[in-house]
């Protein structure tokens, strides 16, 4: 049998998802502002001295934060090879969660080294590494000192990376990844409509979509 469609991250969210964001495939989107008024003056012969003069700036500004990640800031932009996503959601007794999702392959390179990287960092600030295992994924979690309310969490997926601050928000986005819930945020009502009068408005899906729940 064919492989299910990996679901798209408003149906990985409870309906109550206070904040989200989406880029629906992200390399579409670099490849398309070089068709913006200001991608094309960046690529203007007069324009373009500036604008590398300006990145080269940034690249030497972020260069602390290379040299503990290991990637340019050329190379963090393009981790991103399909969907890239930010919500953020509420759970009981606690403050809401933080989640992000990004799509790579499995065997990116840049999203391996940005991984160890970012664990090397987390192990020498003296937080401590667990694991735990849930449908068959495992979820690395890292906590600050003996304390269990300061945590990253970060999961690797069918090409996907989840990072997170909350287990129980994982917990529920991987129960909704197998198929355990079909209320999702993708049938909100309030976002449903929104979804429609996009679609409607561009002419095509969106490459970006926003949703704040007014509500909660």
Same mark, same amino acid.
């Given at each position: 049998p064919a492989k299910a469609t990996r679901p798209e991250l408003a149906r990985l969210l409870p309906p109550e998802t206070l904040a989200y964001v989406r880029v629906a495939n992200a390399p579409e =989107?670099?490849?398309e502002f070089w068709q913006t008024s200001s991608g094309r003056m960046a690529q203007d012969p007069q324009f373009k001295p500036l604008w590398d003069q300006m990145f080269a700036a940034v690249e030497k500004a972020f260069e602390p934060v290379r040299d503990k990640l290991g990637l340019t800031v050329a190379e963090l932009l393009e981790l991103p090879r399909g969907e890239l996503g930010f919500a953020v959601v509420p759970v009981?007794?606690?403050p809401p969660a933080l989640l992000l999702l990004l799509e790579a392959p499995d065997d990116d390179r840049n999203v391996a080294t940005f991984i160890e990287r970012s664990r090397a960092l987390l192990t020498e600030s003296q937080w401590i590494e667990e694991s735990e295992t =849930? #449908? #068959?994924t495992v979820l690395h979690m890292f906590r600050r000192g003996t304390g269990k309310t300061e945590r990253l969490i970060y999961v690797r997926r069918e090409n996907v990376l989840l990072i997170g601050n909350n287990v129980d928000a994982f917990k529920h986005l991987l129960g909704l990844w197998s198929g355990g819930d079909v209320n999702t945020l993708a049938d909100q009502p309030a976002f449903v409509n929104l979804e429609r009068l996009i &679609?409607?408005?561009? &002419?095509k899906p969106a490459h970006i979509?926003?949703?704040v729940d007014p509500i909660n």
């Open positions: =989107v670099r490849a009981t007794g606690a =849930v #449908d #068959d &679609g409607k408005a561009e &002419g979509t926003w949703f």
